[in-house]
C-alpha cells in the first residue's frame, strides 16, 4: 500500500472497496526499481521519475517509492521516454503492445489522463518550448512533428523510419534539434529547418545535449560520440580512437570502444557523461576519458540512460538490472531511503 493511501485510509474509517479504489489512484509502495529503465527526470517538485520498459513508471520523493501501472490509468507499462511541461504535468511517452503504437499521456498531480494525437502533424511555426517528444503540444491539442524530407543522407532500405524522430534538445538559445532514425540531425530555429550533412549521422542518434558551455552533443547507435564546432559535427570517438570502424558487420561492442550512444549529461562538477548501450558509462572531463563498467560494481554494461539531478547524484537508468547511482568512481545500487 502507497504512503498516502495509508496516511487517508488510517484517517478515516471506510469501506474495503473504498480502500482498493484509493490504493488504485495512489500507486504501490515498493521497495526497489526492477528492470529495464529507459529516462529518468527530475521535476520541478524534486520528485524523481523513472521510466520503465514493462513496470510503468516509478516516482521517488527522497524516502518513498511509488511505482504507477496501467492499474492507476497509464496508458502502457512499456514506459520509454518521461518529461515535464513548462505547466507542471509530467508526460509519458508510452508503447502499447503488442500493437506497437505510441500512447502520449501526462500525469496531473493527481491521476494520469490519455491525450490522443492530431493526426494531421505539425510541420513549422511551432514554440519550441512546447515540445514534447517527437509532439508539440499547444496547451490543448498535441500534434507529431513532421520534418521537412529534404536530409542529404538517404537510406532506401529504411524509407519508411527514415525521419522517425528518436531525441529532441532545445538549446539555450531557443533552437530545437531534432535526431533522426537515420536521417541525421535537424536544426529548427523557429523559421528554418537545417539538415547536416555528415553521413555519419546516418545511424540512429539517441541523444542530443547542450553542456553548460553551450557545446552541443549528440550520440548515435554506431559511430559514437560527436561534437558541434558550430558549423559541423565533428566525431569525438573517433578523434580519441574508441570509435567502432566494424560496426556495420559486428555490431556488438568491444571493450574499450564508445560506438553505441544512448544517453549524454553532465556532473556537478562539468565533466561530461557518456551512457552506451554496450560498454558502460565514460567520462570526459575536457581532457581524457575514462571508462566505468562492471568493474566498478555495474551488474551489466548496457545503460539506457544517465542523470544528474539537483544535488548532484548521478543515475544510471540499466537494460535490465534497475537504477544505480554513481559517485564519480563506482557504482552503488539504488535503494530508497538510503
Same mark, same amino acid.
Given at each position: 500500500m502507497s504512503?498516502?493511501?495509508?496516511q487517508?485510509i ?6 474495503t =472497496? @473504498?480502500?482498493?479504489?484509493v490504493? =488504485?489512484? @495512489?500507486g504501490?509502495t515498493?521497495?526497489?526499481?526492477d528492470?529495464?529503465?529507459r529516462?529518468? /527526470?527530475q521535476d520541478?517538485?524534486n520528485n524523481?521519475?523513472f521510466?520503465?520498459?514493462?513496470n510503468? $513508471? ?6 518513498t +517509492?511509488i511505482n ?6 497509464l496508458?502502457?507499462?512499456?514506459v520509454? @521516454?518521461?518529461?515535464e511541461?513548462s505547466? !507542471?504535468?509530467i508526460?509519458f ?7 506497437d $503504437?505510441?500512447?502520449? &499521456?501526462?500525469f496531473d498531480g493527481f491521476?494520469f489522463k490519455?491525450?490522443? *494525437?492530431?493526426?494531421?502533424?505539425v510541420w513549422e511555426?511551432f514554440?519550441?518550448?512546447? /515540445?514534447?517528444f517527437?509532439?508539440?503540444?499547444d496547451?490543448?491539442?498535441l500534434s507529431?512533428?513532421? +520534418? ?8 532506401e =532500405?529504411?524509407k519508411?523510419?527514415?525521419?522517425d524522430?528518436?531525441?529532441?534538445? $532545445?538549446?539555450?538559445?531557443g533552437n530545437t534539434?531534432f535526431?533522426? &532514425?537515420t536521417? !541525421?540531425?535537424?536544426?529548427y530555429?523557429g523559421?528554418?529547418?537545417r539538415w547536416f550533412?555528415n553521413?555519419e +549521422?546516418?545511424?540512429?542518434i %539517441?541523444?542530443?545535449?547542450e ?6 552533443w549528440?550520440?548515435n547507435n !554506431?559511430?559514437?560520440?560527436?561534437r558541434?564546432d558550430g558549423?559541423h559535427?565533428?566525431n569525438?570517438?573517433?578523434?580519441k580512437?574508441l570509435?567502432? *570502424?566494424?560496426?556495420? %558487420?559486428y555490431?556488438?561492442?568491444k571493450?574499450?570502444? @564508445?560506438? %553505441?550512444?544512448?544517453?549524454i549529461?553532465?556532473?556537478a562538477?562539468?565533466?561530461l557523461l $557518456?551512457?552506451t548501450?554496450d560498454?558502460? +558509462?565514460w567520462?570526459?572531463?575536457?581532457h581524457?576519458v575514462t571508462?566505468?563498467?562492471?568493474k566498478e ?6 545503460i539506457w540512460?544517465?542523470y544528474?539531478d539537483?544535488?548532484?547524484i548521478?543515475?544510471?537508468?540499466t537494460?535490465?538490472?534497475?537504477v544505480y547511482?554513481?559517485? !564519480? ?5 539504488f535503494?530508497?531511503g538510503?
Open positions: 504512503f498516502f493511501a495509508a487517508l488510517g484517517q478515516n474509517p471506510i469501506s =472497496e @473504498m480502500q482498493a479504489s490504493q =488504485e489512484l @495512489m504501490d515498493v521497495s526497489a526499481i528492470g529495464e529503465i529516462g529518468i /527526470v520541478s517538485k524523481l521519475w521510466a520503465s520498459n514493462g510503468g $513508471v516509478y516516482k521517488y520523493d527522497g524516502s +517509492l504507477f501501472t496501467e492499474k492507476q490509468g496508458a502502457s507499462n512499456y520509454w @521516454m518521461v518529461q511541461h505547466n !507542471g504535468t508526460w511517452k508510452t508503447n502499447v503492445q503488442p500493437q $503504437v505510441d500512447a502520449i &499521456c501526462y491521476a490519455t491525450i490522443q *494525437p492530431d493526426t494531421r502533424g511555426g514554440r519550441n518550448e512546447h /515540445v514534447l517527437d509532439y508539440y503540444f496547451g490543448t491539442s507529431k512533428i513532421q +520534418l521537412p524530407q529534404t536530409s542529404p543522407i538517404k537510406n =532500405e529504411n519508411r523510419h527514415h525521419y524522430i528518436y531525441s529532441t534538445c $532545445v538549446d539555450k538559445s534539434w535526431g533522426t &532514425c536521417a !541525421g540531425i535537424c536544426k530555429d523559421k528554418t529547418f550533412d553521413t +549521422l546516418g545511424a540512429a %539517441r541523444d542530443i545535449y553542456d553548460a558551455n553551450g557545446t552541443i549528440a550520440g !554506431g559511430d559514437g560520440l560527436f558541434f558549423t559535427f565533428i569525438f570517438s573517433k578523434e580512437n570509435q567502432n *570502424p566494424d560496426f556495420i %558487420r555490431p556488438i561492442g571493450p574499450g570502444i @564508445m560506438s %553505441r550512444v544512448w544517453k549529461t553532465e556532473d562538477q562539468g565533466n $557518456v551512457a548501450i560498454n558502460g +558509462l567520462k570526459y572531463d575536457g581524457s571508462n566505468f563498467t562492471a560494481g555495474l551488474r551489466i554494461d548496457a540512460t544517465v544528474t539537483t544535488r548532484g548521478v543515475w544510471v537508468g537494460e535490465g538490472d534497475g547511482q554513481f559517485d !564519480g568512481k563506482a557504482f552503488k545500487k535503494k530508497p538510503l
